[in-house]
DNA sequence: AAAAACGATGAAAGCGCTTACATCCGACCG
DNA sequence: CGGTCGGATGTAAGCGCTTTCATCGTTTTT
């Protein structure tokens, strides 16, 4: 049952190097300490035993883990893939390994796994989004578990946030159709129970319309979900379907859902963008390719992995930690939103 | 910079309980030898005291890490997510936790990166695919670190392979292009040092068509250097190049690939599937909403982390293992492919 | 030349658990 | 009623490292 045990210790170099295990272990951490001549020895004496060193006998006697923990809402979407594989990546080179949790559904699964987490002895815990159960954050309150949350630039200040700030992206996406003259809006929104990104997004749409005046009617918008293409399609579809007249422009919550839109709206006879304009947020590896290309919002997931990364060995490794400022989320403009033809409605006064 | 201590520990809560330690780890390992009474003041301890379990001294202690590695080529691919994914899920519920690092370019590195896992104790080490470096077999040989390869069926039998058939799904999509008439293929392939899973559907493609006596000229045979979109458009783009006739069925050794063809063909105007059927390998969430949508070859990839976390559940901790037979791999024919335009060069003769 | 400082090393005490092994106690047996 | 058994518990010896502190030559200082 038990793994048979790999009989060769730090002891057994220590003996065939002539030195004490202090030693061994002082090569190992910080080889300066010891003689050219002794460390040579202890080299050698590993590669002939091919001794690897115990890890939790390390961490139990050092206090350091050098694991750092990742809880992640799924790893179906493209760009949380890419983030962690550039977190990974960069972590590996500071020897500090990833331990990977996904859950989306249930909050307190969430908790679960964060307290499996901290049973490891993660030293740092990487969340996505604000939004998460204050027991979560209790919990590392009380085992002193820093954290970094990322995807978001982070409203709360109470915690160390590296990211973009959905909410502006999304205010700088809607002006953009608002400037190429739209003024009938609708959208499609994946809303899981909290998550806070999708929401910041969907507050940016609305509140920038308000100030014109504008708001979506609510046949015109779409709850759906899922994440995926899927939703897109059928999100159009039950637009359509509401009411007679159509918004000139649709606004998805991400490229998946928008993706869906544009092949729903080719599908229906409905010329993207000359009938319709369609935005999505995230860049997704597909997004340049659509017909038309999407206009979206470039989400920073490998730039994101990688800050957090160092933001985490710095701190873990030197101490000072320092969040960078807010990362760019710039509007990528591709053909599939243009001008609004010519107002049918009458336009509206001004709002404020 | 070390982090500080928590002071909360296993006696601690023995002190409160009134109970040794011995009972106290008993209550949490094997509660069935701890009467009722004791257990109930042990459980209420650890409330109050809320105690979390120092893992390292538990590994140490029992030599038993509970953790799991997997190595993983890229994260980037929504397949090897959903795998993930759903290992994950499935090895959480057993208590295991995962430790992912991705490595695709180094096989050297990937060596290491086994080497930093077998140092964390994994009891298991998934890997995609049976081609990697002896280097790295011998590591988990000399280590008794069990491993269980995933993403194929497995060609030769040295290892605990769950997948499916990468060449027999390749051969079953040739035959249905060959079925629709094809004579005068091409192919798109994104080769990878080591990729066996892309070198079993590249072989099970010209394998079938050799049997017809038909072979893909070079020119119609692109190689790209990466496994997405783009890719497949600058193949299909260069093979256009290449010569004045065209094939009339393109396989794709991905979805990715095939859907960048599928988009650089309408682009250039080429009507798919009537002036070129092109087809492709993975079942991506897209693809069956691409127009037109691609006919291909479905990758179990969430069943097999499913099953993946269940054979290594059953080895760890029921000593008996039984790899699951090789999985289906379904193709799924959807309008990318279509029945060949009548024949225009002279039909050659079977070979063989 | 004695004192002080330093660099290299070793001895040994943990780190916080698990797990033989020993012990105790009441139930059950002949 | 003494002896035996078995369940519940405690004692204490590790698990394989790190790290403090002491030790011991060697330099450097005064």
Redesign the pocket.
Same mark, same amino acid.
């Given at each position: 049952m038990?793994r048979p045990?790999?009989?060769?210790?730090?002891?057994?170099?220590?003996r065939r190097a =002539?030195?004490?295990?202090?030693?061994?272990? =002082?090569v190992?951490?910080?080889p300066?300490?010891?003689?050219?001549?002794?460390?040579s020895r202890v080299f050698r004496a590993i590669e002939e035993l091919k001794?690897?060193?115990?890890g939790?006998?390390?961490a139990?006697?050092?206090?350091?883990s050098r694991t750092v923990g990742i809880l992640i809402p799924t790893l179906g979407h493209q760009n949380f893939g890419v983030l962690i594989d550039a977190l990974q990546r960069e972590l590996s080179r500071a020897h500090l390994t990833l331990l990977l949790a996904c859950d989306e559904a249930s909050p307190e699964r969430r908790v679960q796994q964060a307290r499996k987490m901290v049973e490891r002895g993660i030293e740092c815990l990487v969340l996505i989004g604000e939004s998460h159960p204050p027991a979560l954050f209790d919990l590392l309150d009380a085992y002193r578990v820093p954290r970094v949350i990322t995807y978001t630039s982070g409203r709360d200040r109470r915690h160390p946030c590296i990211g973009f700030d959905n909410h502006a992206a999304s205010v700088q996406l809607t002006r953009h159709l608002l400037s190429l003259g739209h003024r009938s809006f609708g959208m499609i929104a994946h809303l899981v129970e909290g998550n806070d990104r999708i929401q910041q997004r969907i507050a940016g749409v609305q509140e920038t319309l308000r100030k014109e005046g504008i708001t979506i009617p609510p046949a015109h918008y779409a709850q759906v979900d899922s994440r995926y293409v899927t939703s897109g399609r059928d999100g159009l579809r039950r637009i359509l379907a509401a009411r007679k007249d159509r918004p000139s422009a649709l606004i998805c919550t991400n490229d998946y859902i928008a993706t869906g839109a544009i092949i729903e709206a080719r599908h229906l006879g409905i010329a993207v963008p000359q009938d319709l304009s369609i935005a999505g947020f995230d860049d997704t590896d597909m997004s340049a390719h659509l017909n038309p290309p999407l206009t979206t919002i470039r989400v920073p997931s490998r730039e994101m992995g990688e800050a957090v990364a160092r933001y985490i060995i710095d701190y873990l490794e030197h101490g000072k930690a320092q969040t960078p400022g807010p990362m760019e989320a710039p509007l990528i403009v591709r053909e599939s939103t243009a001008a609004a033809k010519k107002t049918t409605s009458p336009r509206r006064s001004r709002g404020r």
């Amino acid at each position: 049952m038990t793994r048979p045990h790999k009989p060769v210790r730090l002891a057994d170099v220590a003996r065939r190097a =002539r030195v004490s295990s202090a030693t061994v272990s =002082r090569v190992l951490n910080d080889p300066l300490l010891v003689s050219e001549q002794a460390r040579s020895r202890v080299f050698r004496a590993i590669e002939e035993l091919k001794w690897i060193p115990n890890g939790a006998a390390k961490a139990l006697a050092s206090a350091r883990s050098r694991t750092v923990g990742i809880l992640i809402p799924t790893l179906g979407h493209q760009n949380f893939g890419v983030l962690i594989d550039a977190l990974q990546r960069e972590l590996s080179r500071a020897h500090l390994t990833l331990l990977l949790a996904c859950d989306e559904a249930s909050p307190e699964r969430r908790v679960q796994q964060a307290r499996k987490m901290v049973e490891r002895g993660i030293e740092c815990l990487v969340l996505i989004g604000e939004s998460h159960p204050p027991a979560l954050f209790d919990l590392l309150d009380a085992y002193r578990v820093p954290r970094v949350i990322t995807y978001t630039s982070g409203r709360d200040r109470r915690h160390p946030c590296i990211g973009f700030d959905n909410h502006a992206a999304s205010v700088q996406l809607t002006r953009h159709l608002l400037s190429l003259g739209h003024r009938s809006f609708g959208m499609i929104a994946h809303l899981v129970e909290g998550n806070d990104r999708i929401q910041q997004r969907i507050a940016g749409v609305q509140e920038t319309l308000r100030k014109e005046g504008i708001t979506i009617p609510p046949a015109h918008y779409a709850q759906v979900d899922s994440r995926y293409v899927t939703s897109g399609r059928d999100g159009l579809r039950r637009i359509l379907a509401a009411r007679k007249d159509r918004p000139s422009a649709l606004i998805c919550t991400n490229d998946y859902i928008a993706t869906g839109a544009i092949i729903e709206a080719r599908h229906l006879g409905i010329a993207v963008p000359q009938d319709l304009s369609i935005a999505g947020f995230d860049d997704t590896d597909m997004s340049a390719h659509l017909n038309p290309p999407l206009t979206t919002i470039r989400v920073p997931s490998r730039e994101m992995g990688e800050a957090v990364a160092r933001y985490i060995i710095d701190y873990l490794e030197h101490g000072k930690a320092q969040t960078p400022g807010p990362m760019e989320a710039p509007l990528i403009v591709r053909e599939s939103t243009a001008a609004a033809k010519k107002t049918t409605s009458p336009r509206r006064s001004r709002g404020r």
